[in-house]
């Protein structure tokens, strides 16, 4: 899972950048609402944490400005505003959550994690396939009740495809939210760590569509 980080103030820039990390995300920095503007509107991200009180462009102009070029992505707006109409304006201009200014990081990452999972059409927290079960609040992923440990990138192959099961993803898909954009992207370690998941987990689990991509095989009813 990839996300923008859009935040000037650069000790907490630096904390939720090391947060999300921890957390299984590739994450994308910007520190302005120009460059944010620019970002969000080349890169793919399953997610935005959107500052609104940015220099340059302020945060609600770059979301409305997103939002009319066709940007869909989730976007927690992040902002040391407490009226209520400018909560109110930032969820008309596109927002999908907010968060006032101090928070908690563990809330922001819960309603991050909720904000992806609705997009996906997911209503847990705990994703399941058939005896796989991945738990986005713990990053921790078991077989049949079994403990699995994997990589980073695992992690984030393993989490992408469990919030589309059945659905058909490309290898192309799959680099561009798995790294950040500053990462050497190379879509051929993606079979690497398809080849490295398989060994991992129950047969069959993951298929490969030749020439298009991979396909994570849910039983019907998780």
């Given at each position: 899972m990839r996300v923008l980080l859009v935040?000037?103030?650069?000790?907490?820039?630096?904390?939720?950048?090391?947060?999300?990390?921890?957390a299984g995300?590739?994450?994308?920095?910007?520190?302005?609402?120009?460059d944010a503007w620019f970002q969000g509107g080349v890169e793919t991200y399953d997610a935005v944490v959107l500052d609104l009180g940015l220099p340059v462009l302020d945060g609600l102009s770059v979301l409305q400005r997103w939002r009319r070029e066709g940007m869909n992505a989730p976007v927690l707006i992040l902002?040391?505003?407490?009226?209520?109409?400018?909560?109110?304006?930032?969820?008309?201009?596109?927002?999908?959550?907010?968060?006032?200014?101090?928070?908690?990081t563990e809330e922001l990452l819960a309603r991050l994690r909720a904000l992806i999972r609705r997009a996906s059409g997911l209503a847990s927290a705990v994703l399941r396939c058939g005896p796989l079960v991945l738990d986005t609040r713990s990053g921790h992923v078991s077989v049949d009740g079994q403990a699995v440990a994997l990589t980073g990138?695992?992690?984030?192959?393993?989490?992408?495809?469990?919030?589309?099961?059945?659905?058909?993803?490309?290898?192309?898909?799959?680099?561009?939210?798995?790294?950040?954009?500053?990462?050497?992207?190379?879509?051929?370690?993606?079979?690497?760590?398809?080849?490295?998941?398989?060994?991992?987990?129950?047969?069959g689990l993951i298929d490969t569509v030749r020439g298009l991509?991979?396909?994570l095989n849910a039983p019907a009813g998780g």
């Open positions: 935040e000037d103030e650069p000790t907490l820039a630096a904390q939720l950048a090391q947060a999300l990390g921890e995300y590739a994450v994308d920095r910007a520190d302005n609402g120009r902002t040391a505003r407490d009226q209520w109409h400018d909560k109110v304006a930032g969820i008309d201009a596109g927002a999908d959550d907010y968060l006032t200014k101090p928070f908690h990138h695992e992690y984030r192959l393993l989490a992408y495809l469990m919030h589309r099961p059945n659905a058909l993803v490309s290898r192309t898909d799959l680099t561009e939210h798995l790294y950040a954009h500053d990462h050497d992207r190379d879509s051929n370690t993606i079979e690497v760590f398809v080849a490295r998941l398989r060994k991992k987990l129950p047969p991509g991979y396909r």
